[in-house]
């Protein structure tokens, strides 16, 4: 009796963990993303940054099923090309990024045959003398034989995009000039697989582009922002997911949880990655406990600690910063640009010393001349 | 006013058939007198994927045609490219990996049909 009840409770749970939200920020990023995609105007790496729990690898899955939906003829037709490479980047464990283990990993996700045994042809004047590099000798970081290897899947493989995930894993280097390594690295594999990137991570990756100048030009970023209940809009949307969701809740919800929406927005946030994650553990927990409906305790004792949230807070307000034109900066590159001159000599004038206090020069010391 | 969808996810996710396992590198010269060798392409195919000839016909082409350990290096190139039951029997293996459905119309197997 008492297995069969668990087992249900696992069923519900599960059943609940599959649902998926596809809301309104979602579809205009995935929209974005779909015509940068579709028509691309360079060998672009595309960065998709938003704060964690928001929903970005819910995002890629449902990019990946529109993808596949529209190359699905091709995909039959042709067996040997791919509708896309997607890896998720893991976060090296000796603190340095290992561009073999990436190489190694790209491979796989691609099924690529053979991949222990790649060599590297060097083309020299007589067959005879190739020089063949395996992959298990050269240096431990970096593999020329699997980055060639890579290069030609790639190129027959004909992935739309390639999609890393956790991409902020990129900028684990140990020392700053490595830093502008990586992106060049990433940005030559673009030019020359003429695969577009789409690099999808949390906000550490924004400052990780605006280093290089020539990067910059190349990068295109979409913002995957939170709910920001400030904006009225955003307010109803975050209202309706919440309703949407307590909707596919297994059993009944208290009618007094949606008049404490401030409470589950101040724990969520304004992201709907980590209000289902809640919603789950609550639901978790009134199920063990034979509850017959969600209440407001069970929330509470499930949510996510105060300082959690503020850490998550102070992330994401700094992420949104670097996406705010802010005017004083517009200003600082119109002066440099030669543009706003005008503005400069103004605001020159309008600082205004206070009554009584000199210029700062120096004053005449000594006076032995005199005498 | 909301255009949220929820949606329940089913867990088989993408349907499209099976890849081919090597790239479908398409055979030279197809439908003129000119048309590639199979020997030929073996070497591109194997150069394509960065491994060695080799490496190619012991790790791959062998244990696919179930042929014996020495059996593979007594085969000379004419008994590849001339025609009969090995040419076909690799050429199978090459389509089953590869495709390409090209690849059956090497010289000699044109020839046969």
């Known amino acids: ?371 | 006013m909301n255009d949220t969808k929820i949606l329940e996810e089913e867990q088989a996710a993408y349907s499209f058939s099976k890849r081919s396992e090597f790239y479908a590198l398409e055979p030279l010269g197809v439908y003129t007198p000119l048309i590639e060798s199979m020997t030929s392409y073996i070497c591109r195919l194997a150069f394509a994927h960065n491994i060695t000839v080799k490496t190619f016909i012991r790790d791959i082409i062998r244990p696919n045609m179930k042929l014996l350990e020495n059996e593979v290096g007594r085969v000379s190139a004419l008994k590849i490219n001339v025609g009969g039951e090995y040419s076909k029997k690799l050429a199978k293996v090459l389509y089953t990996l590869t495709g390409r459905i090209e690849i059956f119309r090497a010289p000699v197997l044109v020839a046969e049909c």
């Open chain 1, 1 to 371: 009796m008492l297995y069969t009840g668990k087992q249900t409770l696992e069923e519900k749970l599960n059943k609940f963990k599959r649902v998926k939200i596809i809301h309104p920020k979602m579809n205009q990023v995935m929209s974005e993303l779909k015509s940068l995609i579709e028509k691309p105007s360079g060998n672009e790496i595309i960065m998709v940054l938003g704060p964690s729990g928001v929903g970005k690898s819910t995002l890629i899955e449902e990019f990946k099923k529109e993808i596949i939906n529209n190359l699905f003829d091709e995909l039959e037709k042709d067996r040997s090309i791919i509708p896309f490479v997607s890896i998720e980047l893991i976060s090296p464990d000796s603190g340095v990024f290992n561009w073999k283990d990436f190489y190694v990993r790209v491979l796989r996700a691609m099924e690529e045959p053979l991949i222990e045994k790649k060599v590297i042809y060097e083309n020299n004047s007589e067959p005879k003398k190739r020089d063949k590099i395996s992959v298990g000798q050269g240096h431990y970081l970096t593999s020329p034989a699997l980055r060639r290897s890579l290069e030609n899947a790639f190129y027959y493989r004909k992935p739309k995009v390639f999609i890393v995930d956790e991409a902020q894993h990129f900028i684990k280097v140990p020392s700053a000039r490595k830093y502008l390594d990586q992106l060049d690295s990433l940005k030559s594999l673009s030019n020359l697989t003429k695969v577009p990137q789409l690099l999808v991570g949390t906000y550490e990756l924004k400052n990780f582009v605006n280093l290089n100048g020539q990067l910059a030009r190349r990068t295109f970023e979409i913002h995957f922002p939170r709910y920001d209940i400030s904006n009225e809009q955003d307010f109803i949307n975050y209202l309706g997911v919440i309703k949407g969701l307590f909707e596919y809740l297994p059993i009944e919800t208290s009618p007094s949880l949606l008049e404490n929406w401030d409470y589950l927005y101040e724990r969520t946030v304004g992201c709907v990655g980590i209000l289902k994650d809640w919603l789950t553990r609550a639901l978790r927990l009134a199920l063990e406990n034979n509850e017959k409906s969600l209440k407001m305790q069970h929330l509470r004792n499930t949510a996510l600690p105060i300082n959690k949230v503020s850490k998550l807070v102070d992330e994401l307000s700094q992420g949104e910063a670097c996406f705010i034109e802010n005017s004083d900066r517009i200003l600082e590159v119109r002066i440099k640009l030669g543009l706003d001159n005008e503005n400069v000599n103004q605001k020159g004038n309008s600082k205004k010393k206070n009554v009584g206090i000199r210029n700062p020069k120096r004053d005449k010391v000594g006076g032995m001349k005199n005498e």
